[in-house]
């Protein structure tokens, strides 16, 4: 099988100049530098070493996709075109891509929704709406400023010609009947009839759906604490050398090979080690760290889904947590209605399906959309039935895993905005530094075992995740460059 280096290499081979079967071996002598940029590349995109040589079977779909990234990259077309980009990255390789893409010396269209990222890359914008392209020269922050003003300016000129000619039609209407103004009013009938064929488009201020989550009684601190936590998945691992060295000395190589195989991890092996945190019902707290560092998995330590292999989560008896993840639809069956998915995952605990409708309504479900299968309602429709359910909870501790995934900016905008009303706890773990920004004031890093609190801004913390990804790339392209030479 093709590690994931390799396939790169055989994919730009491919587009480049289609060799016949016989020369690809003596093709690869000559392709180090592609061979390099490949794996400079990847390195961007978090790959270690292990995983560049792995095969791409072995990879899972958000891996995979990172690959069809770094294609698209090797090949540099002249026109790259990119749909949502960041959803399958983490902060550290959404830091470098941004860094790459600014120098990529050709053209790129890019789809996302991540404010932070189009603001680092993007000069123009182009915006599609009522079957209209509107260009806009700089990044999306100016084109809100400039869709603002000029929004705020349509709306003034819209006013101003309908106070005009309101004032004419009184004066019309008033005097129509009298003959000595007859001519002014015949005046005043042709001015306005010219009016309304220049007259502008009645522009009105674009409303922004809202919702609220209900704030929970304060409980004692801290709500959750993390006292010496050690976990990983596997606690056994195989040591080949090892292995190899005991079936030449033994007869019996099952039973020294299964011997092996069930050597117990040393701690620093261990996915998370030791680790001490703590939440409490004012936190704001964001984990950054790469994908595969552990983010997830202490989530899920602090939501009970899987147990420590030593120290301990304790967590206040009434404490009620609301979990919303880039996966949110995924907990409905989407061949009941939103009322009926919402009766089955608070177990039916009112009988009256009318409180559940009403709420549902302050989402804009309603109607006969709160009664069909949710396989008919829209994506945004599906966003707006989770955000009830978050609400519905009454939650003291918000954890959102990469919940602004798959959202739309207004939707992003409704959550950020709810969550920033909230009067509780919150736990983080994105990749879209508009949301971290505008949510955290705490940041805790995981790597390599550890939870650090880091002491500094995001921006800092970015520009150190910028700088050591940097030398690691240099150095998977100098190692490359030395196993060649």
Known sequence: MLSSTILLLHFILSLTYPPPPLFVPFLFFFAYPAQQRASAILTGLQFTDEMKHASIKSLSGGWRMRVALGAALLIEPDILMLDEPTNHLDLEAVVWLEAYLQQYPHTIILVSHDRGFLNEVCTDTIEFKNKKLTYYKGNYDTFVKLKTEQTKNAIREYEAYKS???????????FRSNAKR????????????????????????????????????????????????????????????????NENESGN?????????????????????????????????ALLGANGQGKTTLL????????????????????RIGHFTQHHSERFDLNLSAIENMLNIFNNKTQDDQIIRSFLGKFQIQGVDALKPMRLLSGGQKSRVSFAVLAYQKPHLLIIDEGSNHLSMDAVDALIQAI???????????????????LCNELWVIENGQATKFNGTFDEYKFQSAKRTKKRVEDSVKKLGNLNN
């Not at 005046?187 to 007259?199: H, I």
């Not at 009067?423 to 971290?436: A, E, M, T």
């Open 164 to 174: 005009k000619r309101d004032h004419m039609m009184e004066f019309i209407t008033k």
């Open 182 to 245: 007859a001519t002014m009013v015949q005046s005043r009938v042709k001015t306005v009839e010219k009016m309304d064929v220049d007259a502008p488009i009645k522009v009105e201020k674009e409303s922004f759906w809202r919702f609220t989550i209900p704030s929970s009684e304060p409980l004692g601190r801290p709500i959750i604490a993390i006292n010496d936590v050690t976990f990983d998945y596997n606690t056994t691992t195989t040591n080949k050398d090892d292995e190899n060295e």
């Open 253 to 285: 190589n099952d039973t020294t090979t299964t011997a092996t195989k069930n050597k117990k991890k040393a701690l620093h092996e261990y996915l998370l080690q030791k680790v001490n945190f703590g939440v409490d019902n004012s936190s704001k707290i």
């Open 300 to 319: 899920n330590l602090i939501m009970g889904h899987i147990r420590p292999i030593d120290g301990s989560v304790t967590v206040n008896s009434g404490l």
């Open 420 to 438: 920033q009303q909230f009067k509780g706890g919150l736990l983080v773990v994105s990749h879209d530094q508009y949301f971290v920004n505008k």
